[in-house]
């Protein structure tokens, strides 16, 4: 069995970008090989994070997003040097899962050393701030807040999810805080309280669960022992009570938000 046999689903194979559409498979060997000749460090968020120029052979120049470990600020309630790690392995869950909501991330060597390397798409000039007018979006949104539930996202911040310039698609960034063993979610996606998830979304969790020997093999060089159990363990609990949970504004909002 391979990765992609564990792919729930094939829609969203292609990132529609500025020349037209890529094929994801195409957008990660360029992010993985190709020379990053420029890079800027971009002036907000409390980790060293850069803006890279990649030129690969034969096709126009692509702009990421670098995060290089070295950069990471240490964190009293995250092991140090980890965060790298957590963004790759929130790609690597939501592309098993087949949910494309996470832009095309490598984790490779930078100017700066080893660290992740995120395909940047280009927000829409209206952001995307909750569900006022955008019905449309809800279960892009459903389908986000269900996986920061699943991965323990404590920083799912009103910036971190946008629609994209190109394919009018709502994108998720920053995953960097996710994968804890204790409780730490931290969003602003509240729209959802109490409402019953469900069946389209809870199938890609169904489907995780049977092939989790797999998909242990995909996370277990980014996560630990532990933190993957209660990955587990949050899955089978919305397979077994499918609703989101009614938060708390003292505990359950991100910091900075």
Not at 37 to 47: A, F, H, K, M, R
Not at 149 to 163: C, E, G, P, Q, V
Not at 200 to 229: C, M
Request: hydrophobic share 40%; glycine share 8%.
């Amino acid at each position: 069995m391979t990765e992609h046999s564990l792919h729930h689903r094939r829609d969203g194979q292609s990132v529609l970008m500025k020349h037209g559409p890529v094929h994801r498979r195409q957008i990660l060997r360029w992010l993985a090989d190709a020379p990053i000749t420029d890079c800027q460090l971009l002036p907000w968020g409390s980790n060293y994070t850069f803006a890279v120029m990649l030129e690969p052979a034969g096709a126009e120049p692509l702009v990421a997003v670098y995060k290089p470990r070295r950069g990471e600020v240490p964190l009293w309630d995250f092991p140090s040097g980890t965060l790298y790690k957590r963004e790759y392995a929130s790609y690597v869950l939501s592309r098993a899962m087949g949910w494309y909501f996470i832009p095309p991330t490598v984790i490779r060597d930078g100017p700066h050393g080893i660290g992740t390397i995120q395909l940047y798409i280009e927000p829409d000039e209206m952001p995307l701030r909750g569900l006022a007018g955008q019905r449309c979006r809800e279960q892009e949104l459903r389908q986000i807040a269900l996986f920061d539930l699943i991965t323990n996202n404590a920083d799912r911040k009103a910036s971190h999810y946008f629609i994209g310039r190109y394919d009018r698609r709502v994108w998720g960034i920053d995953h960097g805080l996710t994968f804890h063993v204790d409780p730490k979610l931290r969003t602003v996606l509240w729209d959802f309280c109490g409402e019953i998830i469900g069946p389209e979304l809870l199938a890609p969790l169904r489907h995780a669960l049977r092939h989790r020997t797999l998909l242990e093999r995909l996370l277990r060089p980014y996560l630990a022992s532990a933190e993957l159990e209660r990955l587990w363990q949050r899955i089978r609990n919305v397979c077994d009570r499918p609703i989101f949970p009614l938060l708390n504004p003292r505990r359950n909002i991100p910091y900075g938000w």
